[in-house]
């Protein structure tokens, strides 16, 4: 292992990626399952839903891959541990949710989101 590495660890980004991927290519599944469901292939919906079921462990894998990226021997804090994650349809902007020098306007942050953040920690 390198000395960078040797002092930061693993990134976890590569991992967020294909944690992504998975979840998008799962839930590509649903759309087909119901119409397998509608018109009665019991044999396409069984496969169809072991399909999903596999990619739901494969997501889970990622995010337990994610997590020992993220563990506390790696700098990181317990509490920095994936849970639950969503993703934001845009960056945050200068003005909007960040200042001009990039910190965070948490309650303007708040209020913008408070349905996704209510979603996560419910």
């Known amino acids: 292992m390198s000395l960078i590495a040797d002092l930061f660890g693993h990134s976890p980004i590569r991992p ?9 290519e799962c839930a590509r599944q649903i759309l087909p399952l119901f119409e ?3 018109a009665g292939d019991t044999a396409a919906v069984t496969a169809r839903h072991q399909a999903i079921d596999r990619l739901e462990h494969e997501a889970d894998r990622i995010k337990n891959e994610i997590n020992r990226l993220l563990r506390t021997k790696s700098g990181f804090k317990p ?3 994936l849970q639950k994650i969503d993703f934001l349809k845009n960056e945050f902007t200068v003005g909007d949710e960040l200042t001009n020098t990039f910190k965070k306007r948490r309650h303007v942050i708040e209020r913008k989101y408070r349905e996704l953040i209510d979603r996560l920690f419910k």
């Open 36 to 38: 397998e469901m509608i």
């Open 16 to 24: 967020m990626q294909e944690h992504m991927r998975a979840a998008v």
């Open 79 to 81: 509490y920095e541990k």
